[in-house]
């Protein structure tokens, strides 16, 4: 009789285990940050390209019109001034970037658009006991003319993959786009100054002018300072403390545009509020969520990184088209 023979069987001891836990652990925590790089890399990439097509968008609308796209059109929610400050009577509340929808194949929802009235209500009233556009009319109702019911519409060209904050204004009176109607936000929009005085860039000096403002008519002739010195559009972040980001078609309570003068990606605080990267301190300034500054297309359609370090005075001189002044980006 053959004697039985038993094979044993070894399993992990509980201090392997944790061993090849930790191991794990260790390698995971290596390789994280290297995989995030590696995707922040292609978002900031993909948020480049963004601006290069509107760059381009901006071109071929100039091409097609003999000027560049204002802004803005028709604000009825800014300060009114006197002359000559009061423009045009009346109220569109449009943003300026759905004049470039052709022209980054978004047609079928340009088409879709009654541009011949207002994109959002009239908004006066909602804070600082001012009074709104008080010689302004709205131009139609923007719940019946089916504008409002589109403003929620998503556009992948106006949205950064780095920014996940929330991307739709809610359907407030102030910032709503009518009615129960949200407006979906945008990262990009034009440089301006942020001012609730209506028709502002009609009466500002031209030696403070940016390319664009509410009735804006930029021609390439205007920009003497040179269209690849002048900064046209750039990014800011769907996480404002103080207002709200804008819609990419229209323009409620304090949507203005981005501002250079309050510098990149000054984020809030104060002594009981934490800082939270990504939440903009205010309206109408530039920032986004890519570290170190953010992304900007020039007049000439290039496209440049510019870290948040960048001086003031350098950030005014790339934003005023006709100072005269030079400046050099890091």
């Not at 800011?236 to 545009?257: E, I, K, L, P």
Request: charged share 15%.
């Amino acid at each position: 009789m053959r004697p039985v023979h038993y094979r044993h069987r070894y399993g992990f001891t509980l201090i392997e285990l944790l061993v090849v836990i930790a191991i794990i652990a260790i390698l995971i925590g290596l390789l994280l940050p290297a995989v995030q790089k590696v995707r922040e890399a292609a978002n900031r990439s993909s948020c480049m390209n963004n601006l290069k097509q509107l760059g381009l968008a901006l071109h071929n609308y100039e091409s097609a019109n003999g000027r560049f796209p204002y802004a803005g059109r028709g604000y009825g929610w800014c300060v009114d001034g006197a002359a000559p400050y009061n423009g045009d009577t009346e109220v569109y509340n449009e943003n300026g970037l759905v004049r470039l929808l052709p022209y980054i194949e978004q047609e079928n929802l340009f088409n879709s658009l009654n541009i011949n009235q207002a994109m959002s209500p009239q908004k006066t009233g909602y804070c600082c006991s001012y009074v709104g556009n008080t010689t302004g009319t709205l131009l139609g109702d923007p719940t019946t003319n089916g504008n409002a019911a589109r403003m929620n519409q998503a556009i992948k060209t106006l949205s950064c993959p780095s920014d996940s904050g929330d991307p739709l204004n809610g359907a407030s009176a102030a910032y709503g786009a009518g009615g129960s109607f949200a407006g979906r936000k945008t990262n990009y929009d034009f440089i301006t100054r942020a001012t609730l005085t209506c028709n502002h860039w009609r009466g500002v000096a031209s030696n403070t002018r940016p390319m664009f403002g509410e009735n804006s008519n930029t021609t390439m002739a205007s920009v003497t300072d040179g269209l690849s010195n002048t900064v046209a559009m750039g990014e800011t972040t769907y996480n404002v403390y103080n207002g709200r980001t804008a819609s990419w078609g229209y323009r409620g309570w304090v949507m203005t545009g981005i501002d250079l003068n309050a510098g990149i990606n000054v984020w809030y605080y104060n002594a009981t509020i934490p800082v939270i990267r990504g939440r903009l301190g205010s309206w109408g300034r530039a920032g986004s969520l890519h570290t170190g500054g953010a992304n900007f297309v020039f007049g000439d359609g290039s496209v440049r990184f510019v870290r948040e370090s960048t001086p003031t005075a350098t950030l005014l001189n790339m934003m005023y088209m006709a100072d005269g002044n030079t400046y050099t980006l890091d």
